[in-house]
């Protein structure tokens, strides 16, 4: 079990990448997405992948699940939906004042009709 979510978080994280990298803003937010999803998985999988443990110590409790990744998961969850509605209406605002969605601002004037999506 460890290998594959090793492998998929390894996937996740080049995807993430990969899509970070292109030049448009759409697939910038998604590569985000992508790469804080990876990390979560990362930090959920450094309390020990334990099935049907409890999640607190208890004394007849022989095996148990660390909770500190769980927290902090929870939190990174929160933090990176704020990231990501904020790296959207930026996306937004900078589409609209700049007419394209070039992360650099230099790609080519959408017209009208490619803006109304006719």
Not at 26 to 54: C, D, E, H, I, Q
Request: with cysteine; glycine share 8%.
């Amino acid at each position: 079990m460890e290998i594959l979510v090793s492998i998929s978080i390894g996937v996740m994280a080049a995807c993430g990448i990969y899509l970070i990298l292109r030049a448009h803003t759409f697939p910038v937010v998604v590569g985000l997405t992508l790469l804080s999803y990876a990390v979560n998985v990362f930090l959920f999988s450094m309390g020990r992948l334990k099935v049907g443990a409890p999640a607190v110590i208890s004394p007849e409790a022989v095996t148990y699940a660390d909770p500190l990744p769980q927290a902090l998961v929870l939190t990174a969850i929160v933090i990176a939906f704020a990231m990501t509605a904020f790296v959207i209406v930026l996306a937004l605002k900078a589409r609209d004042e700049l007419g394209n969605d070039h992360v650099d601002g230099k790609g080519e004037q959408l017209t009208d009709t490619e803006e109304a999506g006719l």
